[in-house]
């Protein structure tokens, strides 16, 4: 039988994106000003989305004479770019504009034509420890008794936000700084009921302030996008939050730079069969990120995310020759010259017929806002998407936009880092979003 339109749009069944839909942001810094400046301006169509998925890619759908290609937004009612509100929430009370400006990642002769938007979004006051990121010295803070007073303060904000804007859906994306490393403690963080007493008792040591953003987010049927590598939403209380809620959460850490390219080279070394005996990993960047990430306690975070892309790819228990014995380091430095344009090298040490040695140098200049701007898109859209579809909780198949793909690992599930393996599950979890079936297998 063919799979003709009737049959799937009865399979598609997703809500029309009607209505504004409002993107509030945690952070108004590089990553989070480049998007907004990006997205307004390729709406008056004076850039374009260059590294959207969402606005560029096109995939195969339907089989034999049924088979066609056709762009995300053709299989699946996607947001339009016109219908974007943004909101922030920062430390610093500057606004869009001001901060685009400040960051300068993007030339002024980009931001001007979209200078009069900007300057309308205005950070709220953030919800803030600075415990959580001592680097960082901003005043626009919110007073809060304890963190439950934080969670309903920004529920409160998200409310207010949407009705003054007239959104008929919210996604909140953390786009600010990494958090100093808050490990998943059980008996806080296993169950909802045992996460909401911590906060209402005020336990600063558990309930880092991005919780609070989560479960304000997802309380207020909003999906929750988690763009660094902090725990939030990582711990199953959460996962308990956004089934309660049936709202979709994504997580975590963006893939923006060094990471993507391990998620290519590794798969690489392991469908060839050639062995790795070590890869070493440095960067150094001069924003705000950078300068957060300086601190131990907050590279630690990172570096948890940053480490466990390759080992999940070798398998080395099934190829303990090649594999077993890798040694992995990353490094990050603050480098102030530099500002958003980091530079990350890799040096991989691998081997091949008999043993015999070989070297891979890699010097990547890249953007990091540049590159993370279009992520930030694609999550807001797609995670928009699995919304009105109806799906809640991890959504697995955004893992190809995130360095630490989120699993649940109480159940020893193992995240998925290959990036081709990763494509495919964004494309059937599309496929099947848009009625058609999810017909790519993962081999």
């Keep these: 039988m063919q799979f003709n339109k009737e049959i799937r749009m009865e399979k598609m069944?997703?809500?029309?994106a009607t209505g504004k839909l409002g993107v509030l942001c945690v952070g108004l810094g590089a990553v989070t000003s480049t998007f907004m400046t990006g997205v307004l301006m390729a709406r008056k169509g004076l850039a374009k989305p260059v590294g959207s998925m969402t606005q560029y890619d096109k995939m195969r759908v339907g089989r034999g004479e049924n088979k066609k290609y056709l762009h995300y937004g053709e299989i699946v009612p996607l947001a339009s770019l016109n219908d974007i509100v943004f909101g922030a929430w920062d430390v610093y009370p500057a606004n869009a504009y001001e901060s685009a400006v400040n960051a300068e990642v993007l030339q002024e002769k980009d931001i001007n034509p979209v200078k009069d938007e900007l300057e309308k979004i205005v950070p709220m006051k953030a919800a803030f420890d600075h415990n959580y990121a001592s680097r960082l010295d901003g005043n626009n803070v919110k007073d809060c008794k304890n963190r439950w007073d934080m969670v309903e303060q920004l529920r409160e904000d998200i409310r207010n936000f949407k009705a003054a804007n007239n959104c008929e859906r919210i996604v909140v994306l953390w786009a600010a700084s990494t958090e100093i490393y808050v490990p998943v403690d059980e008996k806080i963080h296993g169950t909802l009921a045992?996460?909401?007493?911590?906060?209402?008792?005020?336990?600063?040591?558990?309930?880092?302030?991005s919780m609070c953003y989560a479960y304000a987010a997802l309380s207020e049927g909003a999906p929750f996008i988690m763009g660094a590598p902090n725990t939030t939403v990582d711990i199953p209380a959460m996962w308990e939050l956004a089934e309660k809620t049936?709202?979709?959460i994504a997580g975590k850490d963006f893939k923006s730079g060094q990471t993507l390219m391990k998620t290519v080279l590794a798969p690489m070394f392991k469908t060839r069969m050639l062995g790795v005996s070590g890869w070493f990993s440095t960067n150094i960047l001069g924003n705000?990120?950078?300068?957060?990430?300086?601190?131990p306690e907050n590279f630690k975070t990172k570096e948890v995310s940053k480490l466990s892309v390759i080992d999940t790819i070798f398998e080395p228990e099934?190829?303990?020759?090649?594999?077993?014995?890798?040694?992995h380091k990353v490094r990050i430095n603050y480098y102030p010259p530099r500002k958003d344009n980091k530079?990350?090298?890799d040096n991989i040490d691998i081997f091949g017929w008999m043993g015999y040695p070989m070297q891979i140098k890699i010097n990547f200049l890249c953007r990091d806002s540049i590159l993370a701007a279009p992520l930030c898109l694609d999550l807001v859209l797609l995670c928009d998407l699995a919304a009105r579809k109806g799906r809640y909780g991890i959504q697995r198949f955004l893992s190809f936009f995130l360095k630490s793909p989120m699993h649940d690992y109480t159940q020893d599930e193992v995240p998925v880092n290959n990036l081709f393996e990763q494509y495919t599950m964004l494309k059937n979890a599309i496929r099947e979003m848009g009625g058609y079936p999810a017909d790519e297998p993962i081999d």
């Design 343 to 345: 530079e990350a090298w």
């Design 194 to 209: 045992a996460l909401e007493e911590a906060m209402k008792a005020d336990d600063k040591e558990h309930i880092a302030p």
């Design 288 to 295: 705000r990120d950078g300068e957060v990430l300086d601190q």
């Design 318 to 327: 099934k190829f303990p020759d090649l594999y077993g014995d890798v040694y």
């Design 13 to 16: 069944n997703v809500k029309p």
């Design 246 to 248: 049936k709202m979709p």
